[in-house]
């Protein structure tokens, strides 16, 4: 089992790139938008959740290429092609980039956590990418303790 170390980084101004325009890559960017919106999707079809919608992110309907990293801070694969995400994973790392290969936490540099955020306040909850399903219900009961007031600030 890998072992992640739960922080928290400074994205001001860097490059988030998004591999595959799916409806996988949709829900990364709807994560992603809470934090910033420099993000930029590439894939050869791009959902229309994504071209059709108003967020200011760049998106290009494009083949991959390891060229699309070159300024990538975070790189998340989110191609349904496993062998394409491991060359996503594999050009990434030789460019010292860091990779999420989304789904699949054996092959990731860094992943994503179950997020409640208010304003400038973030709770993340993760499983060491173990169990995805019981990271996002306990940020559910916390959120739930939170709105209906058994928990106080």
């Known amino acids: 089992m890998k072992s992640f170390l739960p922080i928290t980084l400074n994205i001001t101004n860097k490059n988030i790139v998004i591999i595959g325009g799916g409806k996988v890559a949709y829900t990364k960017v709807m994560v992603l938008l809470r934090f910033t919106d420099n993000i930029q999707v590439y894939a050869p079809d791009i959902c229309d959740e994504i071209t059709q919608s108003s967020f200011n992110i760049t998106w290009i309907e494009t083949i991959y290429t390891k060229d699309l990293l070159k ?11 496993k062998d394409l995400n491991l060359q996503i994973k594999h050009d990434g790392n030789e460019m010292n980039k860091l990779v999420n290969i989304v789904d699949n936490p054996d092959f990731c540099d860094f992943i994503s956590p179950a997020i409640i955020k208010e304003d400038y306040m973030t709770i993340a909850v993760g499983s060491n990418g173990c169990d995805v399903r019981k990271s996002i219900k306990w940020r559910n009961k916390i959120k739930d303790c939170l709105s209906d007031g058994r928990i106080t600030i």
């Open 71 to 81: 300024d990538a801070f975070l790189v998340y694969a989110c191609t349904n092609n």
